[in-house]
Nanobody, 119 residues
Framework: QVQVVQSGGGLVQPGGSLGLFCAASGITFSVDSMGWYRQAPGKQRELVAAFHGGGLPDYADSVKGRFTIYRGDVRNTVSLQMSRLESEDTAVYFC?????????????WGRGTQVIVSS
């Protein structure tokens, strides 16, 4: 059974930094994508940053230059380093894993981690 466990986040002042970590286990198919999404109150869930296959990561325009996604040393782990945080970054952040197998893609989500940027 696939499990996606995430940690990190919390409360930080504008201009500060936070980190998020995600580990996926129980994976038997190929990882098509692994990364982070977020959902702010009253808004749709949106991509923050993600690796697709073995290539370079994608970032939302709003976080480019401020956020960095890293592959972990342990297989199927990723972390997100967030710097120069802004109030607009306040949201619940979700780790997402997409697995490709048997001709289809199945995605799994972490439980979500609150990030609050406020003075």
């Amino acid at each position: 059974q696939v499990q996606v466990v995430q940690s990190g986040g919390g409360l930080v002042q504008p201009g500060g930094s936070l980190g998020l970590f995600c580990a996926a286990s129980g994976i038997t198919f190929s990882v098509d994508s692994m990364g982070w999404y977020r959902q702010a109150p009253g808004k749709q869930r949106e991509l923050v940053a993600a690796f697709h296959g073995g290539g370079l990561p994608d970032y939302a325009d709003s976080v480019k230059g401020r956020f960095t996604i890293y592959r972990g040393d342990v297989r199927n782990t990723v972390s997100l380093q967030m710097s120069r945080l802004e109030s607009e970054d306040t949201a619940v952040y979700f780790c997402n894993v997409q697995l490709r197998g048997l001709g289809s893609v199945t995605e799994y989500w972490g439980r979500g981690t609150q990030v609050i940027v406020s003075s």
